[in-house]
């Protein structure tokens, strides 16, 4: 073989593949010949009919050869050797069908060809009786609104009818015949239709008969049950009875409807579907009969017995029979179903004990089957001889008198006998025909995949009595008062609780099901049953599909079906056969065959079937895997020709087919058989053969360990402790999935061998993660059983069942020494299946042999091949730990096994050899270290302490440290040393324990990692990890559990910490303490609620800012240290809804309010803005209350005592002694509003009544004029000076920039921390980025340059300092901006709400100006460039051009500085950040305290607005010249008329308005400007030519401007700019203009209207 030329396909010798040798049926002496005219091409695929057949070559391509009569030409209709279909070239085609006397073909696209003769139909085609060419035919799915065309899968036919499959696993079918499966009459169906029985089922494969259609239909998975309908959808029989017989209560679920056509619900119930219904003597049933129909109906017994002239309809009549059946007038109804019942519960007594006492099957013992049979009996002779042979059987199984008391009853029987006629062609000898005992056991408790949701869908086949084997006593309770007569285990096992129940029905996964066959599955036929060929246990047709009961559970893989019988292939590689029999087509001998029964084929089980028109062939393994094939029918002896043929007894062997070759499929039509072979070239093909051989056998081995070891198993008592039933059910569920997994395997195997044969499409390479999760789940569950001894527990209760059945255990373990333990033989028997493994793996290497090395396919088996291997190698480790456990387990001293022993654990090494002891041990001290897969055990006399592995740290102590072989072991509360024997056991140990860590902390062991190659040699465990722990002793931690990052032995980074007592903190650690930021909750018993913390810890301890929320609904914000409130802090005390909301922000110091505070006592209506000590007032302080009154003066534990000012609202003003709140007592004097005082000694409360030993002044008015307000100055003397107040905010922020008292420290340090606080505030908002706005990250990533310095100080350094600062103040990361936020919060808080007093202007300007001083240090201390307060910065000398003044024609030399520049001011510089944000409680207070002058001001306003333009500038005195000649109205010139109003200096107007939107006094001031600027502009247009304003000029026309403006709080804005204005202004041009706004502002006042 010229290797480099072919591809590595070819290597495979694929010219030698897909061989077709043709025989005659019946003659099974000849040898096979090769079909003539085929020339090297490979046949992938074959069909035959009677007389003809199709090949489909490799491209795609159809021959035909045989007899083709509907070809034209005379030569072809002849075919020796094949004949290609032109008609069909182009058409890529990937499977065909031929039915007796027509073909099809299906291409890859889905299309439907059909040709050959069409007399019924079947080929799709109106009208025409033979179809020579291939013809495409429609098939199209009505349902869907556009006809969308269905692509069909594969195809069958039959004689008269065809059946395709479609992509969506539904039938179609076209053709004539009930055997299609519609709903008509009018046949020939010409139109392919759906098969609507089926619908939304998912079919796997059809079949066709000659006039009968089966279906292969996926079981439904398990759903929740439904309710049950109490009636059968179609006799109307009720589904479950309850029979009450002398000593015997019956309750049967097991209904059977004798009907074969399920009738829909909708139908009118008497209206029964008689259509052409054939009987046996082919009459048809005429309309004339339906009046014996509807009899039974009329008397309301609802069931329908057809009926025909009297005669037995049921049986075949052959005079054999006693008559007629009677009719249902003659026996009451409930007798029927007695016998019903009668039969039901004889099977389910013989049945029940069958699985204990018929495994092993002694020869006096009838076998399973047989006691089958003897219910199902043969043909019926004369009826009593029947009836007696029936109770006979009856009594052998139940005992006599059981048996006896239904002999009463016995007549009704007879009616049965008639249900189960069979056809008479048969020697009634057959019917008692044993079977080998084990075949018959395989079934005896196979799965069951049971719906009861199903009752009403399928319509049940009257097979069900022998359904009942596999289920026990659960599903039909029959309780015999005769209890010496049944098992007394099997009533046990009716009565126990259902716990055991869990593995008996296999655990199936989802995903192999929907990469490999599927094995749950039913048989579904239908169509003409005259020879039993449809498999319900009658002869009725069904014109519709009935699901074959007795099939279920099964698992069939495969149908075929002939003229007039059926196959279905297990998983398990049996057969089993129903149909007519006449020529031992059924390849066994027994009767009835209506029913499916076992082949007896010899080999070693069948994984192919062909049926033909009157014989089967077997395709089996043989010992040396090339298969065998077997045929079974009719004989021809070829010499005398005669038709006296005889026929097989049982499949008869061909033997010629050896030489052939390997057959990978069989096809069996009318006149020949074929086969299709491969050559065995370079031992490819047989190491596939191999491969699904052993696969098979392998899976028949697993199920038979599965039903006769482990079922029973499962079912005994005394199992031991639940724990051991828990693994026991976890492993026999594992073993199942395996088991199942391996079925599913077998029978892919099987079908991959029927194709291509591509290596690269094995499941075990493409789906090999399934076969390796599988094996490796089963090993885990059942060395975990291992090890807590499960196979001992089992032993015992075991031994006598597994006593019996010596052989069969040590056939199925393939132990074959002699007086073996039990124990062993289980122990081997559940790690078989391992040995597989090797077996995959070997058989890939000789797949990968086949191939070039070089190919992809010889890689992929070679790594297959070496992961099986590995995985086995794996496996076995696993197994030798588990045996070394649990040897352990059996030696380790009793009391600590107990709580030690655990399934998932394995032992590793432990020092019995004294080879490791404790350092500084006591001398009598044992100390013994057993080292698990989990965790290291320190075992002393009579304790011992568990050490998990997952926070154990282990290093090796250094040579010098004096003692050479130590091992330091670290835990989270231990640490001790371990001192070994010698070197190499410390070595060892250091090894063992590195290595259980590791492996402990990487979870399941990964056994691909160090498969292979052996023990890879594996770094050490990592020193920082994730783990769990549950501390013991540690005093604050102890029962607490921790979870989460650790370091050498104490928790270090993010974690969990849960108390016993429900504490609970959650954030970061170091080094074993809470540090950084974290969660901490406390429950609180009493309020049944949380008090809950959020912010920073250091070293265990809340230390930082934080959020404390107490379970009585207090909150506190702010600043703690050592678990303790202290430092600025928010206190919120109760809702405002509840009854003493209060608020309190200020200073803490340990716990308590201390230092300057201001507390609002919301419900009394008061504010303290003052000192505390000790949680009290103390020392100075202001009180407002929400009545106006002023209080500002001494306070002595939480009383007004000592000097005091008190204002009332109206004015009333005492100065004083007080001795309690709002209490005079003492020296004072009385001022009132119109300036009256009483000097003298005063007492009593304020506001009830105050008495007075005093003068009474009534001072002059003139003397006295300038003095009248002389206490309102003086307030403020007696309040905490500005400079006192909020220290704790500043000195939280120098203490963040890293300085001990305000400006002492490093500079540089400061930046860092600044650049600290930036990044890690920004690392905690990376994890949730939707809490920082875009333009928030954008400015965090602008403040990370810091402004630099060098050189002379100018203006553009003090321009970036400014936009440095605004942009710090934006962000509360930043310690400026974190600053400015707290200020503007304590402002607000003071003044705002009962703080927004007209008396406390004063204070809070006093208060901006403190806070504008201390942050200008902050300021200087980060930028020391800056100059100081009041310097100047220098402008550069381009910048000094001449700017014409308003006041003076020479240009602006700034007369009032020493040199021009820009004059530094903490006002120019931090009034712009802090004065918007403080604006509106400001703007508040000014508006109060100038509420009276503002009313008179815009009274006054509101009157001179109503004139005219030209009639108020002439009022206000302006000069003519002054008065705008035109104005501009909407863009366009207009002349001033008398009436015309606010049009006049409108531009100045709109100007000055703008003063309300702006913030700072500089902004103010500029507006002010602007206005004046405007004005000039508006007398030099009108003018037009220069000129220079006096101040007379000016000022009416300013005053013009200011009234038209009509600014509401003129007052207020004015006062503000005095107050807060830069000092510097005063004397420049801005401050004269801002005088003369002042000097409008008095004039409006005053103005004398005359």
Request: one cysteine or more; a negative charge; hydrophobic letters at 35%.
């Amino acid at each position: 073989m010229d290797s480099q030329e072919r591809s590595s396909e070819e290597a495979e010798g694929a010219k030698e593949r897909g061989l077709v040798y043709v025989w005659k049926a019946g003659s099974f002496s000849v040898t096979p010949e090769s079909l003539p005219g085929l020339s090297g091409k490979t046949v992938l695929q074959a069909a035959l009919g009677i007389h003809h057949g199709l090949l489909l070559t490799e491209g795609g391509q159809v021959y035909s050869f045989g007899k083709l009569p509907w070809r034209s030409g005379p030569e072809e209709s002849c075919a020796n050797s094949p004949v290609l279909e032109n008609a069909l070239l182009g058409h890529h085609v990937i499977t065909v069908a031929a039915g007796s006397f027509h073909n099809g073909a299906v291409t890859e696209s889905g299309v439907v060809f059909m040709w050959g003769n069409n007399s019924a139909g079947q080929c799709a085609v109106a009208d025409q009786p033979c179809v020579p060419e291939p013809q495409p035919i429609s098939i199209s799915d009505s349902e869907t609104s556009p006809l969308l065309s269905v692509r069909i899968l594969q195809l069958a036919c039959g004689e008269e009818h065809t059946l395709a499959l479609s992509l969506s696993r539904e039938i179609w079918a076209w053709g004539s015949g009930c055997q299609l499966g519609l709903i008509t009459t009018t046949f020939p169906v010409t139109k392919p239709q759906k098969v609507e029985h089926l619908a939304g089922r998912v079919v796997l494969q059809i079949a066709c008969g000659a006039y009968h259609s089966l279906a292969l239909v996926q079981c439904l998975p398990v759903q929740e049950i439904k309710p049950v309908p109490e009636r059968c959808n179609h006799c109307s029989q009720l589904l479950i009875t309850m029979m009450d017989k002398e000593d015997h209560v019956i309750i049967s679920d097991s209904h059977c409807c004798p009907l074969g056509v399920a009738l829909s619900d909708s139908q009118p119930e008497n209206a029964i579907f008689c259509s052409p219904l054939e009987t046996p003597k082919g009459k048809s049933i005429t309309g004339s009969q339906s009046e014996d129909c509807q009899k039974p109906l009329v008397e309301g017994h609802r069931l329908v017995v057809l009926e025909s002239d009297g005669a037995g309809m049921l049986s075949s009549n052959d005079g054999q029979e006693d008559g007629e059946i009677p009719t249902p007038g003659n026996i009451p109804y409930p007798d029927k179903r007695e016998v019903k019942e009668y039969l039901t519960s004889l099977s389910d007594h013989s049945l029940n004990e069958s699985p204990e006492k018929n495994i092993c099957t002694e020869p006096e013992q009838p076998s399973q089957e047989e006691q089958l049979s003897a219910c199902i009996p043969g043909p019926p002779g004369t009826s009593t001889s029947a009836l007696n042979s029936l109770v006979a059987s009856c009594a052998s199984a139940v005992g006599v008198r059981v048996a006896a008391t239904y002999e009463a009853g016995a007549l009704s029987l007879k009616k049965v006998m008639n249900f189960y006629g069979t056809p008479s062609g048969e020697p009634g000898s057959q019917s008692g025909g044993s079977s080998p005992g084990p075949e018959a056991l395989k079934d005896t408790r196979e799965e069951q995949v049971k719906l009861e949701s199903m009752q009403g869908k399928k319509s049940s086949s009257l097979v069900d009595i022998r359904e009942e084997e596999s289920e026990g006593g659960s599903r039909r309770l029959s309780l015999p008062g005769l209890l010496s007569q049944v098992s007394p285990r099997l009533l046990r096992k009716v009565g126990r609780a259902k716990m055991r129940t869990v593995a008996l029905t296999p655990t199936y996964s989802g995903e192999a099901d929907a990469l490999l066959p599927s094995l749950r599955t039913e048989v579904w036929s239908w169509g003409k049953g005259k020879e039993g060929q449809l498999g319900h246990g009658d002869v009725l047709p069904r014109l519709q599909p009935l699901c074959v009961k007795s099939l279920d559970g099964k698992e069939v893989i495969h149908l075929s079906a002939g003229g007039q019988h059926s196959l279905a292939l297990t998983a398990k590689s049996q057969v089993y056969s129903w149909g007519s029999n006449i020529y031992g087509q059924l390849g066994h001998l027994n009767s009835p065959t209506t029913v499916p029964r076992l082949a007896k084929v010899c080999g070693d089980g069948v994984w192919s079937t062909a049926a033909g028109l009157d014989y089967s062939l077997f395709l089996a393994d043989e010992q040396d895997f090339q298969p065998g094939l077997y045929y079974s029918g009719q004989e021809t002896t070829s010499e005398k020709n005669s038709y006296e043929n005889s026929y097989t007894k049982s499949p008869v062997r061909l033997l010629s087919c050896r030489e052939i070759g390997y057959i990978s499929n069989v096809i069996a039509g009318g006149d020949n058989c074929l086969v299709l072979v491969d050559k065995n070239v370079m031992g490819y093909i047989a190491s596939l053969h191999e491969l699904s051989s052993t696969e098979r056998r392998f899976y028949f081995k697993l199920s038979e360990i599965k039903s006769q070891i482990l079922r029973p198993l499962l079912g005994l008592d005394n199992l031991g402790n639940a724990n051991a039933i828990q693994l026991l059910q976890e492993m026999a569920s594992r073993f199942s999935k395996l088991c199942y997994l391996i079925g599913q395997h077998g029978a892919s195997l099987s079908s991959f061998l029927h194709g291509v044969k591509e290596a690269r499409s094995l499941a075990i390479l493409k789906h090999s993660s399934l076969f390796l999760d599988s094996y490796t789940e089963y090993c885990t569950s059942v060395t975990n059983f291992l090890v807590m001894g499960g196979f001992m527990l089992l032993a015992k209760p075991a031994i006598d069942f597994l006593s019996k059945n010596q052989e069969l255990l040590q056939k199925l373990s393939e132990k074959n020494e002699e007086n073996l333990q039990l124990v062993e033989v289980l122990n081997a028997l559940f790690f078989m299946p391992f040995g597989r493994l090797h077996n995959y793996a070997r058989t890939l290497l000789k797949l990968a042999t086949c191939f070039e090395v070089a190919s992809p396919e010889y890689q992929k088996l070679q790594d297959s091949s070496s992961c099986y291997e590995s995985l086995a190698v794996h496996l076995s480790r696993k197994r030798k730990e588990a045996e070394y456990t649990l040897g352990f387990w059996k030696t380790f001293p009793g009391k600590m096994t107990d709580s030690l022993r655990k399934p998932e654990r394995r032992l590793i090494c432990e020092s019995s050899n004294r080879g490791l002891s404790l350092q500084h041990a006591g001398r009598f001290s044992v100390n013994w270290f057993i080292l698990f897969n989990d965790a290291l055990v320190h075992a002393q006399f009579s304790t011992h302490h568990i050490f998990p592995l997952s926070t154990l740290w282990v290093e090796a102590l250094s040579e010098e440290a004096s003692n050479v072989n130590g091992l330091k072991i670290t835990t989270p509360e231990e640490q001790f040393v371990l001192v070994s024997s010698t070197p190499q056991e410390k070595t060892k140990w250091l090894r063992a324990i590195s290595q259980a860590v590791d492996q402990a902390l990487k979870g399941t062991s990964d056994w691909i990692l160090y498969g292979a190659s052996g023990n890879v040699q594996r770094q050490e465990p990592p020193i920082s990890r994730s783990a769990r722990y549950t501390f013991y002793k540690d005093p604050r931690f102890k029962d607490a559990v921790y979870d989460g990052r650790w370091l050498s032995g104490k928790p270090h980074g993010r974690g969990i910490l849960k108390w016993a007592d429900g504490r609970m903190y959650s954030g970061t650690f170091r080094t074993g303490l809470e540090d950084g930021y974290g969660e901490y909750r406390v429950p609180n018993k009493a309020l049944n609620k949380d008090d809950h913390y959020v912010g920073y810890w250091k070293e265990g301890k809340m230390c930082g800012h934080g959020v404390y929320s107490y379970a009585t609904g207090e909150v506190y914000e702010g600043c703690f240290q050592d678990n303790m409130r202290h430092g600025h802090g928010l206190l919120r005390s109760g809702k405002l809804t509840s009854s003493s909301p209060s608020m309190f922000i200020g200073q803490w110091t340990m716990d308590k309010k201390s230092g300057y505070g201001v507390f609002d006592d919301i419900t009394r209506g008061e504010k303290y803005m003052g000192m505390w000590q000790d949680d009290l007032c103390q020392g100075n302080g202001v009180v407002v209350t929400q009545f106006g009154l002023y209080y500002e003066g001494a306070f002595s534990t939480n009383k007004m005592m000592g000097t005091g000012i008190l204002l009332s609202e109206d004015d009333t003003v005492y100065e004083g002694e007080f001795s309690d709140n709002w209490t005079l007592s003492g020296k004072g004097t009385l001022t009132l509003p119109n300036g009256d005082y009483i000097e003298g000694l005063f007492s009593g409360e304020w506001g009830s009544g105050i008495k007075i030993t005093g003068t009474y002044f009534k001072p002059s008015l003139y003397e006295n004029e300038k003095d009248k307000p002389k206490a309102l100055r003086k307030l403020g003397i007696l309040a905490v000076p500005a400079d006192e107040k909020w220290k704790a905010v500043f000195e939280e922020c120098w203490n963040q920039l890293g300085c001990e008292s305000p400006g002492q420290g490093d500079r540089w340090k400061a930046w860092d921390n600044i650049a600290v606080a930036l990044t890690t505030n920004r690392r905690q908002h990376k994890d949730s980025p939707e809490l920082l706005s875009r333009s928030h990250t954008q400015t965090l990533e602008s403040l990370e340059f810091i402004p630099q310095h060098i050189g002379a100080f100018t203006l553009d350094k003090y321009e970036n300092i400014k936009k440095y600062l605004i942009k710090a103040c934006d962000t509360p990361l930043h310690p400026l901006g974190k600053l400015v936020e707290t200020l503007v919060a304590v402002y607000r808080m003071t003044y705002v709400g009962v703080g927004a007093n007209r008396r406390l202007l004063q204070e809070a300007v006093r208060e901006i100006k403190s806070y504008l001083k201390r942050i200008f240090q902050l300021v200087r201390f980060l930028f020391p460039d800056l100059p100081e307060e009041g310097s100047t910065i220098p402008f550069l000398s381009t910048e000094t051009m001449g700017r014409r003044s308003f006041c003076g024609g020479k240009s602006d030399s700034r007369s009032e500085s020493p040199e021009p520049g820009y004059v530094v001011t903490s006002f120019g510089l931090l009034l712009p950040v802090l004065l918007p944000r403080l604006y509106p409680p400001l703007f508040m207070l000014y508006a109060l305290d100038n509420e009276r002058e503002e009313d008179i001001y815009w009274e006054c306003v509101l009157r001179l607005n109503k004139q005219t333009d030209l009639a108020l500038l002439s009022f206000l005195g302006v000069q003519a010249k002054f008065w705008p000649g035109t104005v501009s109205i909407l863009g366009e010139s207009r002349k001033v008329s008398p009436n015309t109003k606010d049009a006049c200096f409108a531009s100045a107007v709109e100007c000055l308005q703008q003063i309300s939107t702006t913030f700072t006094p500089a902004d103010k001031l500029k507006v002010i400007q602007q206005t004046f600027e405007e004005i000039s502009q508006n007398v030099l247009e009108t003018l037009q030519e220069d000129f220079l304003w006096s101040m007379d000029d000016l000022f009416p026309v300013f005053l013009y401007v200011v009234l038209r403006a009509r600014i509401r709080n003129l007052g207020s804005e004015v006062h503000l700019i005095e107050d807060l204005m830069d000092p510097y202004l005063q004397h420049g041009e801005q401050g004269i203009m801002f005088t003369t706004l002042k000097a409008c502002y008095y004039q409006i006042q005053h103005e004398k209207l005359t």
